[in-house]
């Protein structure tokens, strides 16, 4: 189990993240929804301790960064690295067996190719691959599904679900509420830095219909179509 007590972060004057408390539980995939410039991926790199914060991290594996797996919206990939050696690194650095490449290369990867040359989704994929080579017991995926072919994104729903079966605790983001609405036990809206709602599946089309009507018609109405 991991809890944020009281997690605050500002860049200078401005409050990102502002008194954030939740519980995040094994065996459960939990959602974090809000728009762009929300402070999800802030929020995420605080918990991966990327960031400095106020308040408090606590969990059940200490220390959380040696049990935790982090995909960032945009992964980086040196130059001149393949796919394979991309794989290979991170395995060595882990201290983990190298895997036979050919098995776990599910999303048909150019794995003999710069990775810095790859697309944007493939990218994802290609950190996505190696991340899952690394046994976390936790694993925080920032927008996921976001650039990502149907066919992959199918693949990394069931990907989360099995880790979930496995009870490993899995945290995931979207900008898009319908992205999280089949994988996720609990969705929690961040609102202008903090946990504004917190929402279960019997919820989630209500709170999607509310996010609809608040944000995207307001916006559309200043246009006077």
Known sequence: MIQLKKLSKAYGSHLVLDNINLDIHPGQVTGIVG????????????????????????????????????????PYFFKLMTGAEYIRLLCNAKK??????????????????????????????????????????????????????????????????????????????????????KSCDIIHLLSDGKISKSVGPEQFTLLEEQMIDTSVIS????MDL
């Open 35 to 74: 728009k762009n410039g929300a402070g999800k991926t802030t929020l995420f790199k605080c918990m991966c301790h990327l960031e400095s914060y106020a308040g408090s991290i606590e969990s059940t594996h200490q220390p959380l960064k040696d049990h935790l797996g982090f995909l960032p919206t945009i």
């Open 96 to 181: 983990v067996d190298v895997p036979d490449l050919n098995k776990i290369n599910i999303f048909n990867l150019p794995l003999n190719e710069y990775a810095a040359h790859y697309s944007t989704g493939m990218k994802k994929k290609l950190a996505l691959t190696a991340l899952l080579q690394m046994k976390n017991q936790v694993y925080i995926l920032d927008e996921p599904f976001n650039g990502v072919d149907i066919q992959s994104n199918l693949i990394i729903d069931e990907i989360i679900n099995r880790l979930k079966e496995k009870g490993h605790t899995i945290l995931i983001s979207s900008h898009i509420f319908s992205t999280l609405k």
């Open 219 to 222: 916006i559309v109405d200043q």
